[in-house]
């Protein structure tokens, strides 16, 4: 992942680079640092930990310069490790993994140059300083040239007034106006400046000197167009919340409302002669876009009968998959900028698949690789646990699922749909209830959560979200499946969370429940049902609406987020930043 920033303007540098760190520190927060090149002196300082460590340095002089947030993933997180990597004239900050670095730094230290760091990155500074014979721009294309891997690239060298930036499969925009040119990760870090902001493509340039230039593959110019957005959503704060996950949790009943579409408009005639096509379904996503994609073929193939197949991309990327015809491939993703989604959608794409791509991120990657674009609208989603965005993709998806079902020559079930956002606010308020359950789950040693069907698909994210920011070991499990061996785990340090909203299999889930109950544990049950909530092996229950059986992880799903973020501030974590995790996941 990590971010990268750069500045080139009437300002001092510094101030300008640490405020888009900040903003960027969702990419990765390791290790942070700054390099500044003034009068042909390059200064670099870089430090282990977040962007705020690095504040001491804020007068530093100097109006060009480059930075970066970094989420270790070649050599510890340290300060030898932080970028930027300096080598001879050149300073450079990378976002991505380069994949050949092994045999690119044999070949460098076989002309007797040595590394100080255990990155990946270094290795760029070195090809840079070979290759450059007095043109920073051809020194560039010629390092690139030999990377294998992805990259976005923010570079200074000693004798150029000006940063030069590169990019394949990372992301970079850069900006103009207010006084100065921008660079950086995404448009948070640049928005509040108020500037025009262009995106560069896989294979393009970019100079930023005395104006920005843009140049293909071949260093031949190019113009481009700016583009839209909106600077308020990109600049988000926390509006009197403690964190934004917490804000973002709070924000799910009316983001619901804009993301919900039944899909009449005349902008939508292309996607709905799609469905009226498709004869099955591929998801592609990953962590929490993959648990709402599990959510939706259960929707999908319980009320329309159309087959749904739902992939993890890491492994779908690798397992030659069999794409048939009129395969509708849904790629769902938060950022829109996830390595291995993008890189299943493009193998769906390539083998004949119609691509959708189900993203809350204009202009991120996966919008221009996609044949189609349905935004979930959820708004900026800062925290690294997803939860306004999972809700939103659920709400999106069961629109997608009423669409289907009409074009198949059915009623559709979207005043089911537009229900939603009232039950979901309903059940958001009663979830402040789960903050009484944290006790519980203090010290457990690991936590189950247990539902069959659709309640399976909502265990596996609670468990998810528990994990990433409590850091308790955790499982989601099929009800049903428990007795077959993992039951063994099960005693009375182990809390078990059953999700029952299913009716057709509620006393089967129940089951699961006799024979927890029985080794110790105790039970917290979430369900729709009121009947089951006084039985004697539920310790603690919350009482969710009534729903269409089909949609309920969209409220069950709630308390579960609650749960998480409540059990991670009881033991003391930050849930905005969990450690070892970043945001967008950029990388393999
Ligand atoms: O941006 P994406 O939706 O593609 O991200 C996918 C996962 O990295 C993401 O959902 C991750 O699992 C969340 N941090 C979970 O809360």
Redesign the pocket.
């Known amino acids: 992942m990590c971010g990268i920033v750069g500045y080139y303007g009437s300002e001092n540098a510094a101030p300008v680079l640490l405020k888009g760190l900040e903003k960027l520190e969702y990419r990765g927060y390791d290790s942070a640092g700054i390099a500044l090149l003034e009068n042909g002196n390059l200064r670099v300082v870089r430090k282990k930990g977040r962007v705020s460590e690095l504040f001491n340095v804020k007068d530093m002089s100097g109006k060009l310069g480059i930075g970066h947030t970094r989420w270790a993933t070649h050599g510890a997180p340290s300060e030898t490790n932080a970028h930027p990597h300096v080598y001879g004239r050149f300073a450079v900050v990378h976002n991505g993994i380069i994949e050949n670095d092994f045999a690119l730094k044999e070949e460098c230290r076989s002309r007797g140059e040595v590394f100080s760091s255990e990155t990946d990155s270094e290795v760029i500074a070195h090809l840079l300083e070979f290759y450059y014979e007095g043109n920073f721009l051809t020194a560039v294309k010629s390092t690139v040239e030999r990377l294998k891997g992805s990259y976005a690239l923010a570079i200074l060298c000693a004798d150029c007034e000006g940063i030069i930036l590169a990019r394949k499969s990372s992301p970079l925009v850069v900006g103009s106006g207010n006084g100065g040119l921008f660079a950086a990760s995404d448009i948070s870090a640049i928005a509040a400046q108020g500037v025009d902001i262009y995106t560069l493509e896989d294979g393009e340039f970019a100079l930023l000197a005395t104006e920005i230039t843009f140049f293909d593959g071949n260093l031949k110019r190019i113009s481009k167009e700016k583009i839209e957005y909106d600077a308020e959503d990109e600049t988000p704060d926390k509006k009197g919340y403690r964190h934004f996950m917490r804000k973002e949790m709070a924000e799910i009943p009316a983001v619901l409302g804009k993301s919900v579409c039944d899909f009449t408009a005349a902008k939508y005639r292309e996607f709905y002669r799609v469905l009226k096509q498709t004869e099955q379904i591929q998801i592609v996503?990953?962590?929490?876009?993959y648990h709402s994609g599990l959510c939706a073929k259960h929707a999908i193939e319980s009320l329309c009968r159309v087959p749904v197949e739902v992939c993890i991309a890491s492994e779908y990327r690798y397992s030659n998959p069999i794409v048939r015809p009129y395969t509708l491939a849904l790629a769902?993703?938060?950022?829109?900028?996830?390595a291995d989604?993008l890189a299943a959608a493009e193998i769906a794409k390539s083998k004949g698949a119609y691509l959708v791509a189900v993203t809350n991120v204009p202009y991120s990657t996966i919008t221009r690789l996609a044949d189609y674009v349905l935004p979930t609208n959820a708004g900026r989603e800062v925290a690294?646990?997803?939860t306004k965005?999972f809700n939103a993709q659920l709400a999106l998806l069961y629109s997608i699922a009423s669409a289907l079902d009409k074009a198949k020559g059915g009623a559709g079930f979207f005043d089911e749909i537009l229900s939603l956002p009232e039950k979901v606010k309903c059940a958001e308020e009663a979830c402040e209830e789960v903050r009484a359950w944290v006790p519980h789950f203090l010290g457990a040693r690991s936590v189950f959560f247990l539902g069959r069907g659709a309640d399976y698909a909502t265990s596996l994210e609670g468990s998810?979200?528990l994990k990433?920011i409590t850091y308790l070991p955790s499982e989601g499990y099929p009800a049903g499946e428990l007795k077959h061996g993992t039951l063994a785990l099960v005693d009375s340090s182990t809390p078990v969370v059953a999700v029952l909203t299913q009716k057709s299999v509620a006393d089967k889930t129940m089951n699961a429940v006799h024979e927890v109950y029985a080794r110790g544990a105790k039970v917290f049950l979430i369900t729709c049902f009121e009947e089951y909530t006084s039985r004697k092996e539920v310790t603690a229950s919350l009482l969710l609406p009534e729903c269409k059986e089909e949609f309920t992880p969209i409220l069950s799903v709630l308390p579960l987020q609650a749960l998480a973020y409540y059990v991670s501030i009881a033991r003391g974590n930050n849930p905005d930043k969990p450690r070892n995790?970043a945001?967008?996941?950029t990388v393999e």
Request: hydrophobic content about 40%.
């Open positions: 996503a990953c962590g929490t876009a769902v993703s938060q950022s829109g900028e996830t989604t690294v646990a997803a965005s998810l979200k990433e995790l945001k967008s996941v």
